[in-house]
């Protein structure tokens, strides 16, 4: 018998007792012993619940009792679960968990501390929800130099970007509805800003590269600047508007950056709708692949930490994670990131192609005054010294 | 130092080689110990290749080298494959293979062996190429009881399909083209009967129900008897035909078959085009996820190879193998097996609407005598008796 406890029954961590009770059986049979959950700590009582028999306010309790192997933390933020999380794996317990707060905050050190314990900080719930990305970085793609990756790892913007394109709905009108479907947070700032596709960009980045990537060094845009008029561009151009995640390894090092892009038909991630997610990784030896599914939800995610779970007790006191190197890597600049820049221009073709040559431009019939521009690719550098020179940018998004 | 052998330099054990070298760095941080290849198993000489240094003809110089301790089988076939591979395992060599001919005919005894011994018998690469579904399935989703299979697993018969769709290509051209261009091997029946996509089901099916099932009872059909016209009619349904391989977990048992069928663009393998390969599995806690990626080619396929003798090494003498049932399930019949039916039917929308009831129907001007249907959804035992009662059924063709 393999005992766990979980550290808060919220959303993801009534899932996880959920998916540990109702797969019991073939759980136990892949991890080689049967799991039961010892403890669910949460400072609320949960009345009728079948949890109550296993409900303790005190975290304490877990700590101390050295029965308990695996703690599932499905707290969210950084206190108090960093400090759990720290003690648990100090104690010699190995931690799974969903919190990708914390794993971007402190996720190198507690997987360090694992490491040394001989034990493991799993957090494949962190990104893409139930999608199996941090698994195959961290085991599966482990002879390849991974290149870069590249993703829609942010449901409620994915969400919010697909009904303006299906709809023509406004933004604030998309983000109202999201709302009120479940989908979009009440304070909704760390999706639609970039922070949370930022957060899971620098997790990724760092298992995909094996160096530690500071989420605060990646630059990054949201969404609430995207307009009708910019959405019925892309569409005239047989584009979509994703807030793509993306990180390349160059000779030079690493750049990173979350932004709005314009994506073609013939990338796989412009058919990601919805709240669905899907990363794209290229390797030196495999070339392009992709993940695809749920990025968040109650199952999906479950299901993610419970596989942790599982993972975590088929490697008792044996840790299977990587080596990386702490010491946190410096971003390349994005000054030498290369793109295609869609501009909206305020003047005429004659004008434009003074500006940026002879490139493609589009007309809108129902947007006077303005034309639509797709410059060559350039360095972010050489757009904004192009930039710089006139004052007829209304708008640009890069092209992916 | 961690010593490998390679059985077989030709276009897979070539590329092995080459991705442990170029990535040998890498591969030592992740592996815990620097891996190299002591022997390269091959009947031919390779004068001028490096390879000549660990080049050997005896696999007896292999077998009986206690510091070998993970063999590469990329010869293919099942002999002497088959017995090469058995006695490194009893030798206690864990072996990691992409030879899905010998995984699909003796993979359970191998892994049974290989559970015994302690060791591991790794074959990520039997099934999509570079794609890590075989790991995703044994070491990720873990704790989803997988409820379906549903995969494009064999990229030359959707090469074929795709130009069929891109340029109206006959079948017979567009099969000439793909070997001319390497897609397709010189005796192309494998691919394009259905029995590759059934030997791959068939691993895929056993990892995803941990059930050993066997390749010989799946239902299969292949591509050679899909007509430009079929192609016509499915654009003009908004849809595309793709080799399908596909599996269900019902509650009376398991059902699996491979065939064309009709795929709409809600569906994310509508869009995996070309060589390309993609499988989605469902899960009872996950919901849906797509996998995406090369199915075949040297280095994708080396990148899954080498990445299992990554997990070989950080797992010597320590079987991470999911326990299943050696012995053979059953599979369903496929009778009970539901679809709607695409049928082309000689006859008027009347006619057809006296066989089949009142369901959609498509006429294309160029073609005269005929109609197209597409029925309510029902078994195939159901269509059958509908069908055995016209005579004006010219083809029919499966809604995925």
Chains 1, 2 share one sequence.
């Not at 909704?188 to 997790?203: C, M, S, T, V, Y």
């Not at 609430?224 to 090092?253: F, N, P």
């Not at 493609?360 to 757009?383: C, K, N, R, S, Y």
């Amino acid at each position: 018998m393999i005992y766990a406890s979980i550290l808060g029954y919220g959303t993801v961590g009534a899932g996880v007792y959920q998916v540990l009770t109702m797969n019991a059986d073939a759980i136990a049979r892949r991890a080689g012993d049967e799991i039961r959950v010892k403890y669910v700590l949460d400072l609320r009582e949960f009345p009728g619940d079948p949890v109550m028999e296993v409900l303790t306010h005190n975290y304490q309790d877990i700590l101390d009792d050295p029965e308990v192997s695996i703690v599932v933390e499905t707290m969210g933020g950084l206190r108090p679960a960093y400090q759990f999380t720290k003690s648990a794996l100090l104690a010699g317990k190995s931690v799974c968990t969903s919190n990708k707060e914390l794993v971007a905050e402190h996720g190198v050190e507690l997987r360090e501390i694992a490491r040394e314990k001989n034990i493991n900080y799993l957090f494949e719930a962190s990104c893409g929800g139930g999608i199996p990305i941090i698994h195959a970085l961290d085991n599966a793609l482990t002879a390849d130099e991974i290149e870069s990756v590249t993703g829609i790892v942010n449901g409620t913007t994915n969400y919010i970007l697909t009904q303006m394109a299906e709809s023509g709905t406004a933004f604030e009108t998309a983000l109202r509805e999201a709302q009120a479907k479940g989908f979009a947070e009440l304070h909704p700032e760390a999706d639609i800003e970039g922070h949370d596709a930022q957060r899971k960009l620098a997790i990724l980045s760092t298992m995909a590269y094996h160096k530690h990537i500071s989420y605060r060094n990646i630059y990054t845009e949201g969404i609430s600047a995207v307009e009708t008029e910019d959405i019925a561009y892309a569409r005239a151009m047989g584009l979509k508007i994703k807030l793509l995640a993306c990180s390349k390894r160059t000779e030079e090092g690493i750049w990173a950056m979350v932004a709005p892009m314009l994506v073609g038909s013939d990338n796989m991630l412009y058919h990601v709708d919805g709240v669905l997610n899907a990363i794209c990784v290229h390797g030196n030896a495999l070339g392009d692949g992709m993940f695809y599914g749920s990025g968040a939800g109650r199952m999906p995610t479950a299901s993610a930490v419970a596989g942790d779970v599982v993972t975590a007790a088929r490697h008792l006191g044996r840790t299977i994670l990587s080596d990386w190197s702490s010491e946190e890597t410096e971003l390349l600049s994005t000054d030498d990131v290369p793109h295609a820049f869609f501009v909206r221009f305020a003047g005429t073709k004659a004008e434009a192609a003074e500006v940026f040559g002879d490139v493609p431009t589009v007309v809108l019939p129902d947007m006077p005054g303005e034309i639509g521009v797709m410059t060559e690719v350039m360095t972010e550098a050489a757009f904004r010294v192009i930039a710089s020179g006139t004052r007829k940018i209304l708008k640009c998004i890069r092209r992916a």
